[in-house]
């Protein structure tokens, strides 16, 4: 066991490094590693499972700095450890353009970042999806190849932000005991005492959410340790409030909001130096300290090669499963169940609600992709996420696959990046539309971070009626498709609702919106196509008799309404095409021939999507037609909506003729 005084200078490698690194990048957070150097030090040297050199190992403990803003001591602990990714050079590199130590841990910059945080709050909804993701991994492979822990370590801004209830509750309910979260108790917020704002007893709150949560001094190690092995051994969650000073050793500013966000200064590390007798120049860690460090960073080399044997030995066919799964591809029979699925729907014809296609759909993929685990945001009966391979996921049952997230998006959409992130599974959760806003920023940071996780947004338009304006979509399309790297689909029948589905599947790297509609949609793509059609983001769907006069564009519910304007158009002599399309994302990663091609050169080009314009003059230009909302809905029913806002055939055609005979 380390002595008291190895302890300590273990823990003071950590705040030297980060007091030096935010000091010459003349910006930064110091006072979180100082304040809960010791917490991490106990967690990383005692209990922690993981392995520097193989960093991805699929058993490992997970760590989630959910107070991002601490980013110092994550890299800190990462070099001293011995992780390859981050050098003392990166440490001296801090905050600079083109560093893996970005101002807050950026997912894929470095190995050892779990996640993406600095957003309050997201790491600790996000920890709810790992630790699920845990305990459904384990339900399906066993305690031989799945067994670990998730620790987080959040601090006073987390537990404010209102997604921090969210995922607190939804981990009390499911009894994930496997999620241990440490409180930087420290008091301290940018505006000063966390009092000016807030009198919340936090340990009582996680205890009504179902945790067990209790008091300690956050910079006694034995305390610390004490805690957590009883952490390990509860049948609950558990959060530890520790108690810390932020800043803890800088003679002045120690315990006040002076050491939360910016640079200590000179006068103030010089007196730190003399607090702790570390008599070292910026940047150097005593050998014998870091031979300390990087023997702890070597621990989890046995628990990892015991963990390769047991997974060597394993039954072939669950080997396999396991590896693929991990490494994230999608069954070899995916295509073919696709394509025979795609068959039988041009067969079929069926006229349904793409909120009833991608359920329909769900039925075929949940069957073949074993991984997929579904939700909803207590939506599940109008969301149609659930098939029948997917029953409840319950605190006594983790070896199913839906998710009842309650009512709470923006926790939902954060422990689907956590479900995503822990790797083996492919997570999906719905909820209305116009409820995007709740769960925007974590569909952002799934953005960021270039994950597959995948959101089911049905109710996508002023045609799910009597719920009113409140209810109804109007500029959610054009905000999710502002989104960098996001790709948001709007399937116009059940065929192209397959499709965009399969595509989802594929995206490895970015995430997808599915828009879905209430109302029922005829089948527009009537004859068995193999390729994808919706994987060009935009396609012709009906030819024009001739050279095209007219070029209509249209998405998902409205490309009907595109059908039959062609349709009178053409009666009236005008040549007219129909562009159905389903993700202005991956339209525009086609070339530019094909681009050119599909827009091609009709006088008129007409959109029509019950929404706001913005994006569509991409392709019909400034001077095209737009057939949409110019402002928010209207309680009353479908077939009154569409008249009362223009959104028709005729209105189409009629303001295709006025420019024609114009």
Known sequence: MTSREQHDRMANAIRFLSMDAVEKANSGHPGLPMGCADIATVLFTRFLKFDAKAPHWADRDRFILSAGHGSMLLYSLLYLTGYEDITLDQIKHFRQLGSRTAGHPEYGHAAGIETTTGPLGQGLANSVGFALGERIMNAAFGNDLVDHYTY??????????GVSQEAIALAGHLKLNKLIVFWDNNNISIDGPVSLADNTDQVARFQASGWNASHIDGQDPEAIAYAIEAARHSDKPTMIACKTTIG???????????????????????????FFGWDYPPFEIPADILDAWRTAGKAGAKPRTDWEGRLAKAEPKLKAE???????????????VIADYKKKLAADKPKVATRKSSEMALEVINGAVPETVGGS??????????????????????????????????????AINGLTLHGGLIAYGGTFMCFSDYARPSMRLASLMGIRSIFVMTHDSIGLGEDGPTHQPVEHLAALRA??????????DAVETAECWQLALESEKTPSTLALTRQNLPTVRNDFVAGNLSRQGAYELAAANGDAAVTIFASGSEVEIALAAREALEKHGHPTRVVSVPCFELFDKQSADYRNKTIGNAPIKIAIEAGIRQGWDHFIGTDGIFIGMTGFGASGTIEQLYPHFGITAEATVKAAEARLHG
């Open 248 to 274: 803890f050793g800088a003679p002045t500013k120690a315990g006040t909001n002076k050491a939360h966000g910016s640079p200590l200064g000179a006068d103030e590390i010089a007196g730190a130096r003399k």
């Open 483 to 492: 989104i960098p790297n996001h790709n948001v689909f709007r399937p116009a």
């Open 322 to 336: 396991f590896e693929r799964r991990i490494a994230g591809k999608l069954p070899a029979n995916f295509d073919a």
């Open 377 to 414: 945001a207590d939506l599940t009966g109008s969301n149609n996420t659930k098939t029948s391979q997917t029953k409840n996921i319950t605190a006594d049952d983790y070896g199913q696959r839906y998710v009842h997230y309650g009512i709470r998006e923006h926790g939902m959409a954060a």
């Open 152 to 161: 987080v370590l959040a601090g006073d801004g987390c537990l404010m932000e």
